[in-house]
């Protein structure tokens, strides 16, 4: 079942995934990176 969420806007730091209690901000580093691909699997 898919649930629609509201998507905010997000933190550059701490990088990596950090949970604010809320959600979960995902923070990736890289100087030269033309797209990120973000996989989750249950």
Do not use: H
């Amino acid at each position: 079942m898919f649930m629609s969420q509201p998507i905010w806007p997000g933190k550059p730091y701490p990088l990596g995934a950090f949970w604010d209690g809320k959600g979960t901000n995902f923070a990736i580093f890289s100087e030269n990176a033309t797209r990120v691909d973000l996989c989750l699997f249950d």
